[in-house]
């Protein structure tokens, strides 16, 4: 059973950094491709980033520049790194995985780490 754990969410100032981490666990193989997705209250959940096996990477306007996605193969683990965080990154962030390809959602999910952006 696949199993995706999020951590590294937590209050932060605007203007701050945090690294997420989600590692994936079970499933035996690597995903070809990982991404990060993020929901605000009332608001869909959106594609933050992504990134396949081979490390070519997608990325939301609203974050390039800003935001970096990693991962490391070895330890089936994948990373976020946000600096220059703003009130609007506030959200609770998932991890994603099973995607054939960078701009598309895979099928399975963590259980979300919540973000806070706020002074």
């Known amino acids: 059973q696949v199993q995706l754990v999020e951590s590294g969410g937590e209050l932060v100032q605007p203007g701050g950094s945090l690294r997420l981490s989600c590692a994936a666990s079970?499933?035996?193989?690597?995903?070809?491709?990982m991404g990060w997705y993020r929901q605000a209250p009332g608001k869909q959940r959106e594609l933050v980033a992504a990134i396949t096996i081979g490390g070519s990477t997608n990325y939301a306007d609203s974050v390039k520049g800003r935001f970096t996605i990693s991962r490391d193969n070895v330890k089936n683990t994948m990373y976020l790194q946000m600096n220059s965080l703003k009130p609007e990154d506030t959200a609770v962030y998932y991890c994603?995985?099973?995607?054939?390809?960078?701009?598309?959602?895979?099928?399975?999910w963590g259980q979300g780490t919540q973000v806070t952006v706020s002074s």
């Open positions: 079970g499933s035996g193989f690597r995903f070809y491709v």
């Open positions: 994603n995985a099973g995607s054939s390809t960078i701009w598309a959602t895979g099928g399975y």
